[in-house]
């Protein structure tokens, strides 16, 4: 019986989470546990285990962390990509990393953060008003370009040159490419980073002009108290999507941890928290 595509992906994904972030070192502790949490290390071993995880020492924070922006970039990439009979256009996945705090102001519905950036650069005291509330580097954005007068009037002649000139998806009206959505990637979930990921997702939404992009966090996080701390609430994020969230839940029920499954089901049930399969459809949206 031949697998599904979605199937085989995800199976790829862990596959290549195996071969680099996701190990466990020569103490038991998975490289996606708290050490100094026994439920923590309990259920990422289980998860790790159901995954078949080699043994090996854990990566640098910040290689753990580049790593996994990059394996999530490579599984949207080959997810998304695919659904074009369900979401058309032309798409692109990029891996933004932290390099540069103003690489959104790329695409329309930032461009003018350019603009505030050089005033604020110009000018000390606004500078110190506006804070760093407008800068922001998402992990990995999905960008959609812009469209040619031939696309358009492909089926039929939709549109001359009199009419529709201030939309942002004809590329004849000058526009810059748009910002389909912007992934946050989370290994691991701490306090401070939780609130990180919040406070980027609400400068996106305060800082647009125009249509808003899909913010989503992605993570490996193993304890449902910490996925919890970003996960409950709205307004802000769309929604968390954990790397292998089916065997999460088999890893919390087999530790008989009742408060933890009870949460968990609250945010499963609740649709905050979703598993990576769920995703690419949920983008097409």
């Not at 329309?108 to 509330?133: T, V, W």
Request: charged fraction near 25%.
């Amino acid at each position: 019986m031949s697998i599904a595509f979605i199937t085989a992906a995800r199976k790829k994904y862990h596959a290549n989470l195996l071969n680099s972030v996701l190990t466990i070192n020569s103490h038991g502790i998975p490289s996606n546990a708290d050490k100094d949490s026994k439920l923590s290390v309990k259920i990422a071993r289980q998860i790790a285990e159901i995954l078949e995880s080699s043994t090996g020492e854990r990566l640098a924070g910040q290689t753990s962390g580049s790593a996994f922006e990059a394996i999530n970039a490579e599984f949207i990439r080959e997810t998304f990509l695919s659904l074009k009979h369900i979401r058309p256009g032309q798409w692109e996945i990029i891996k933004v990393g932290n390099r540069n705090r103003m690489a959104i102001a790329e695409y329309e519905q930032y461009a003018h953060l350019i603009e505030l950036d050089h005033a604020a650069k110009s000018n000390p005291q606004l500078a110190a008003a506006l804070g760093n509330d407008y800068t922001i580097s998402p992990d990995v954005i999905i960008v959609r370009h812009l469209l040619s007068e031939e696309e358009i009037n492909e089926p039929m002649f939709f549109v001359d040159r009199k009419v529709s000139r201030r939309t942002a998806i004809r590329a004849i009206n000058g526009g810059k490419p748009l910002l389909h959505a912007s992934i946050s990637s989370k290994w691991t979930i701490r306090s401070d980073r939780s609130q990180n990921s919040r406070a980027e997702a609400l400068n996106l939404i305060r800082n647009r002009k125009g249509h808003l992009p899909h913010i989503v966090v992605v993570t490996a996080e193993p304890l449902p108290s910490r996925l919890a701390s970003i996960a409950l609430g709205t307004g802000d994020i769309d929604c968390v999507y954990h790397f292998a969230l089916d065997e999460l839940k088999q890893a919390v029920e087999a530790a008989n941890a009742e408060d933890a499954l009870e949460m968990l089901n609250i945010m499963i049930e609740g649709k905050r928290l979703k598993d990576i399969s769920d995703l690419p459809f949920d983008l097409a949206i």
